[in-house]
């Protein structure tokens, strides 16, 4: 006798809503249809729902992600980085607590290595038949910013090894939901033969069938809720093992129109600017954005991130800002609109040589027009390197128009998306602060009210 599992999952939604409705139809829906023919679904989250680069999100601070999930039944969810790393302390820990849902993280703990409350390392779900399905859990490992925040992240895969231990003997099928990406997954599978399923996200890979890898089915639904997956599992009851096990994906496009869908989203958008109406401080002239060249906004930014870092000079892209700061009350609203990112300023220590070094790599000519992707970056091109308060002569390293003297260590205020390696390879090992949970647009706010 064979009894067919449901099992429905997003990731990476990135608080892109624009389907979300349809969604939460297909969620609903087929939930009450399967429970209808007698048989069992689960729905899952495998982390990154939010982004703070939406004004709903932002100005709910994610609690408002909560209440969407709620509303599609979601049974189980992991933390991506955008939940663990763009909230404050208290912000996370607070997150989920009027959730309808279990939260799962098997590698998330307290700085004293405690588990918060609100976390379960795995959970085991029954179907209506008696089959025992256990869930695990893990979040990619970017220490270093959690222990900053207050939280220790461990290795995911001794905590799925636990986990395992803990699991395998009473459950009938095992499920992991990863956020680790694919190539995670993919080691993941060949070392856990255990594991049946594993759910990914993190790297917004698409997996319209699947994959097989060492017997274990890979699933994943990309990015920004343009496709919802669903995996079936049939168990065989009598002999208790899984006969079938395949994914699909269903694109959000293509799903039914739901009733008065685009009011639905238009209402989050009103909830957020109505949580953001608070003014932040008064602008006596109007600065507008440039993307190719230095601005009175970028003179104004450089000079908030080198005194809200104890800094000499700063440097950063002009295509970070999406909009003017217009002259008048400034409110959160009007910051989020020209500071969308969730990017943290940090602050770098580097030699004579090393600075003069990246002064030079940043006039790399192509970067300005360069489109990027990630990074915590929200906007669409580069733009231009802004070297603020240093300058080259006659290749001679000058900082606030003062010589430097070559054995100063020199303080850089930079952007966090330039220490990960892409641009800067040699910043990925230099020691750094990250300003920490603090975004660009809350040093904005605060050189705005420093400026009455």
């Known amino acids: ?117 609100w976390v379960k390392p795995y959970v085991v779900k029954q179907t209506s038949k008696g089959t025992k399905i256990g869930i695990i859990a893990v979040t990619a490992e970017f220490s270093s910013f959690y222990e900053r925040l207050g939280w220790k992240v461990t290795s995911a895969f ?54 097989i890898v060492n017997n274990v089915l890979l699933a994943a639904a990309g990015k920004f809720g343009q496709f919802v997956g669903q995996v079936t599992v049939d168990y065989d009851l009598i002999t208790n093992e899984i006969r079938n096990k395949k994914a699909i994906l269903y694109d959000a496009n293509e799903l039914p129109i739901v009733q008065n869908e685009l009011q639905k989203v238009s209402e989050l958008e009103r909830i957020g600017k109505e949580k953001m ?19 009175a906004l970028s003179s104004y930014f450089g000079e908030a991130m080198v005194s809200y870092c104890d800094a000499d000079c700063a440097l950063f892209n002009a295509g970070i800002f999406l909009d003017d700061l217009k002259s008048g009350d400034v409110s959160s609203l009007h910051v989020h609109q020209i500071l969308p990112h969730p990017i943290n300023p940090c602050v770098i220590e580097l030699t004579y040589v090393e600075l003069l070094d990246l002064y030079h790599k940043s006039l790399n000519h192509e970067w300005p027009n360069l489109e990027i992707k990630g990074l915590g970056f929200r906007g669409s091109i580069m733009g231009k390197m802004i070297a603020y308060n240093m300058k080259i002569v006659d290749n001679e390293l000058y900082i606030k128009n003062e010589l430097v003297n070559p054995n100063k260590l020199i303080r850089l205020a930079t952007l966090d998306m330039f220490t990960f390696g892409y641009f800067f390879p040699s910043l990925k090992e230099a020691k750094k602060t990250y300003f920490m949970p603090d975004f660009l647009r809350d040093v904005f706010i605060w050189y705005g009210k420093k400026q009455k």
């Open 1 to 117: 006798m064979l009894e067919t599992i449901h099992f429905y999952h997003t990731n990476d939604l990135h608080s892109h809503f624009q389907h979300w409705p349809r969604i939460d139809d297909l969620l609903t829906s087929r939930k009450k249809w399967h429970q209808e023919e007698g048989d069992s679904s689960f729905a899952f989250d495998i982390g990154d729902h939010i982004d703070r680069s939406h004004i709903y999100t932002e100005g709910t601070l994610g609690k408002g992600n909560t209440q969407l999930l709620n509303q599609a039944q979601y049974d189980v969810v992991t933390i991506g980085n955008n939940e663990g790393i763009t909230l404050s302390h208290d912000d996370l820990d607070t997150l989920y607590e009027d959730a309808h849902f279990d939260v799962v993280i098997g590698n998330l703990f307290d700085e004293n290595g405690k588990r918060p409350n």
């Open 158 to 211: 001794e905590a799925i090894q636990k986990s395992l231990e803990q699991l395998t003997q009473d459950v009938d099928i095992v499920i992991c939901l990863s956020h680790l990406g694919i190539h995670e997954d993919e080691k993941m599978a060949a070392q856990f033969p255990e594991i049946d399923v594993i759910f990914g996200a993190h790297t917004h890979h698409v997996l319209h069938d699947g994959k």
């Open 277 to 295: 109406k608070t003014i932040e401080f008064y602008q006596k002239e109007t600065l507008e954005k440039e993307w190719f060249q230095e601005s």
